[in-house]
């Protein structure tokens, strides 16, 4: 069974940067962010859970439009890893950020979430 591992979250000031790695841990987890696709979500307070930025198997980013220009997600096949670079953060960032790989249209994996929080 595959397990989603996310880390790199904290406190920052407005303006500051994080990186979020998420690990990919399991039987048959070694290729799952080359193979399946993969996206970072977050939830803030109160709020659903939005899509922040996804990636093909074949490479392929969508952002939504408030983290166009200021993250990146990407992704080291070779360590099973999957990254979001958030840069300029805004308190509006600040939320719960979950990994997730949708291995199939009815089977999809989440991490158990990390906290940003970014105080103005």
């Known amino acids: 069974q595959i397990q989603l591992v996310e880390s790199g979250g904290g406190s920052v000031q407005a303006g500051g940067s994080l990186k979020l790695s998420c690990e990919a841990s399991?039987?048959?987890?070694?290729?799952?962010?080359?193979?399946?696709?993969s996206a970072w979500f977050r939830q803030a307070p109160g709020k659903e859970r939005e899509l922040v930025a996804s990636?093909?198997?074949?490479?392929?980013?969508e952002y939504v439009d408030s983290a166009k220009g200021r993250f990146t997600i990407s992704r080291d096949g070779g360590k099973s890893a999957l990254y979001l670079q958030m840069n300029n953060l805004k308190p509006e960032d600040t939320a719960v950020y979950y990994c997730?790989?949708?291995?199939?249209?009815?089977?999809?994996?989440w991490g158990q979430g990390t906290q940003v929080t970014v105080s103005s």
């Open positions: 990636m093909t198997a074949g490479g392929t980013t």
């Open positions: 399991g039987v048959n987890s070694r290729f799952i962010f080359r193979s399946k696709v």
């Open positions: 997730h790989v949708a291995i199939t249209s009815e089977y999809k994996l």
